[in-house]
């Protein structure tokens, strides 16, 4: 004989669960967490590199690769505290990964936490880690459709920045286009361009940060 | 979003409603998800049969439900999304517009194979 048993279960609340764990504890130290997710090679290191100067003595870094410690050495490099996670496989931080890591920083006294997710900008979407605001960081040069393909990372996102916008007399890029069809999915989206090696609109979007975190 | 440990998870939520319920197993399950989800049906059904062999879960049918899109227009009320894109704009008006449904996956229902009880009068 059958029996059927309603549940609206919601699945995976196992991350869940211990990003919100994990989110109690980074707002108890006072801590601003932001997951940067977007493509490999869109510039989130160079962003985070960019942004050093301004960040010295109040943040740290979580920086996730599926292989090597080259970015966490280049963060180091740029004079912030970071720590690496390489995921044996996982195409994305989990917030386990992410509790263990935070575990061997100091971050007492510290302002902002980022966290680098692994490039990819499909599943990181798709996982809570802690953080206050996940950030998508797409780059000029990747096809001004990526906003409008990607709609979870979009939506997700509290912010998007547009970065090597230097680059923009070389490639095919309506960045009008690219900032209205990523608000057309989220129209709460705020929209910074930035070029990490003219340093043209770090201000602002570090600016808009500060304003972020002291609300929070 | 990871079939796997999705999978795992129903197994898990599906082991203890069949104690609960003094279950054989189960019979069917049905999942829901919505449109902008990052769970692929077919590799999710595909990993919650690699992982049923022997268990709860072993043999039984996996059904999906897709979630009707929707958007909730501050003018218009609740709408039914038209568009395959995943815009926050209101089908009627045009105006600026919530997503209700995009991203859930849930387990919705599980049909159980439970023991007849005994008709009254008989031994």
Redesign the interface.
Known sequence: ???????????????EAVAAELGVAFRQLGLFVVDLIGSPGAGKTRLLEAMAPRLRGHAAVIEGDIQTDRDTRRIEKAGLPACQINTQG?CHLDAAMVRDAAATLTLDGLRYLFIENVGNL??P??FALGEHMKVAVVSVTEGDDKP?KY??AI?RSAAMVLTKTDLLPHVDCDVARMEREAK????ELAVFQVSAGTGAGIGPWMDWLDAMAARS | ??EM??AE??LA?VAR?VRR?G?RKA?SIT??RGR?G?VNPASLTFCIGAIAEDTVLDGAEVKFRELEPGVLCPNCGPVAAVSE?????CPHCAG?AE?LT???????????????DCPPGEA
Request: charged share 25%; hydrophobic share 45%.
């Open positions: 004989m059958s029996k059927k048993i309603v549940l609206r279960e919601k699945l995976s609340a196992k991350n996982a499909v599943c979407a798709g409008a709609p979870a939506r057309e999915i989220n129209p | 979003m990871h440990t999705v998870e129903v939520s409603e319920n279950a019979i999942l829901c902008y990052c894109d995943a815009v926050a704009v600026p997503a995009g991203t859930e996956l849930f387990l919705e229902m599980v049909e159980l194979d439970v023991e007849e």
